[in-house]
């Protein structure tokens, strides 16, 4: 069956946009488009029962994803990842349980696969020929590495102090690859020119509208693994670590999904966001009550992917917090790398220091008793920690 993808919708005016061809941001509001799906037809289409019975990954749920012809659903094997049940994780910070879903077993070794594998399979789909995106470092690759299985040329513009491993997994991949003198919005505004010189199609976070849908399968696999008796669950509070946003929406729109399906409970997970206490434009302004986020100053941590100073996509973020009753919290470096290191050695996940962030957290919001010991709690680790070797003191 294809997809039962309807229109696009602009997620602050709601114009409505033809989802059959190629589109960036509102024409009106330049603010991000949301797929619109028609959920009566998945419903017929599918029952939760069949959808288990598919192979793991994120094609399980196409009646649910934008590409319509299944020679355009590329896939590297992406999403089907673990949920680890951390008992000593979770004893050791005073929970009952506590899960870990890794992302750093996806393909390119984090969850910007999810997103790319969908942006760029429905990028293929409506005949793009070239893909540019800026990145803070995962999302390069993990474009390039989907460019490089349709075939498409894929440009990559990154700042020049990100992970070198960034760097060299996208030439790896084949993409064209510049280094930018400051940080992933100066990486964007120059791929945006390039973009509209050679009219190549521009992958920003944000700036099309699927990959929100390919991280989106992130909350919807949480269904499946909570499941009790063949009833879809979800878990009470779901820490996420927070750059542009996008998982973080992407879940929020998959739990609204499937209430809407009637495939769960209407109680959705409390979403938390996690940065970094040197750039936390969101925890500033849900801190101050804002519906906006202000551009960051200054921005700088070791978890690459959180130093992303201007959120595109802040309103939904912080209306994905309120709505769902969820907080927001800042970390320091020094905290990143304390977690990193209990998450390897009590739960034997080598985390990526974006999703380490997610424990030094949870600490925090334990300690603050926002979260009750019985809740049941997961983390995302968003990426393996063997992309920044960097970060590590070798051995003497
Ligand atoms: C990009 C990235 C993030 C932030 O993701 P958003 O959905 O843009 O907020 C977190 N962790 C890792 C490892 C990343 O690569
Ligand atoms: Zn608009």
């Not at 061809?21 to 419903?43: E, F, G, I, T």
């Not at 100066?186 to 390919?214: C, M």
């Not at 959180?306 to 994905?320: I, K, Y």
């Not at 927001?328 to 020094?334: L, P, R, Y």
Request: contains cysteine.
């Amino acid at each position: 069956m294809s997809s039962t993808l309807t229109h696009l919708e602009c997620s602050f005016c709601g114009r409505i946009l033809d989802a059959n061809r190629l589109q960036n941001l509102c024409p009106d509001c330049q603010s991000p488009l949301l797929a619109r799906y028609d959920l009566a037809r998945v419903r017929e289409a599918v029952t939760p029962a069949e959808i288990e019975h598919r192979p793991h990954g994120l094609w399980r749920w196409h009646e649910l994803l934008p590409v319509s012809d299944p020679h355009c659903r590329l896939t590297l094997g992406e999403g089907g990842t673990p949920l680890i049940q951390a008992h000593r994780l979770a004893e050791r910070v005073g929970l009952t349980t506590l899960y870990i879903k890794d992302e750093g077993l996806n393909p390119t070794g984090s969850f910007k696969a999810r997103g790319m594998a969908v942006a760029v399979s429905r990028a293929l789909e409506l005949g793009a020929r070239t893909l540019v995106t800026p990145t803070a470092g995962n999302a390069g690759g993990a474009m390039a590495a989907y460019a490089a299985l349709a075939g498409l040329e894929a440009h990559v513009f990154m700042p020049r102090d990100a992970p070198l491993l960034n760097q060299l997994e996208v030439q790896m991949y084949g993409a064209h690859l510049t280094l930018v003198d400051g940080l992933i919005n100066d990486a964007a505004q120059l791929a945006a020119a390039e973009a509209a010189k050679h009219n190549w199609f521009d992958v920003s976070t944000l700036k099309e509208p699927y990959r929100i849908e390919g991280k989106k399968t992130m909350g919807l696999e949480l269904a499946l693994h909570f499941a009790e008796n063949g009833h879809w669950q979800l878990p009470d509070v779901v820490f996420y670590p927070t750059g542009g946003g996008v998982g973080l929406i992407g879940m929020w729109k998959a739990f609204d999904e499937m209430v809407a399906l009637g495939w769960v409970e209407k109680r959705r997970p409390r979403l938390v966001v996690v940065q970094s206490d040197g750039c936390a434009p969101i925890v500033k302004a849900f801190e101050a009550h804002a519906d906006s986020a202000q551009v960051w100053q200054n921005a700088h941590t070791i978890a690459s992917g959180l130093r992303v100073p201007a959120v595109r996509g802040d309103r939904l973020v912080l209306r994905a917090l309120r709505e769902t009753g969820g907080t927001a919290i800042a970390v320091s470096d020094a905290e990143i790398l304390e977690a990193q290191r209990l998450i390897a050695q009590l739960a034997g996940v080598f985390a990526a220091p974006e999703g380490a962030a997610t424990y030094a957290g949870l600490v925090k919001l334990v300690q603050s008793g926002w979260i009750k010991p019985d809740e049941r709690v997961l983390l995302y680790n968003t990426g393996t920690g063997m992309k920044y070797t960097h970060l590590l003191t070798p051995p003497s």
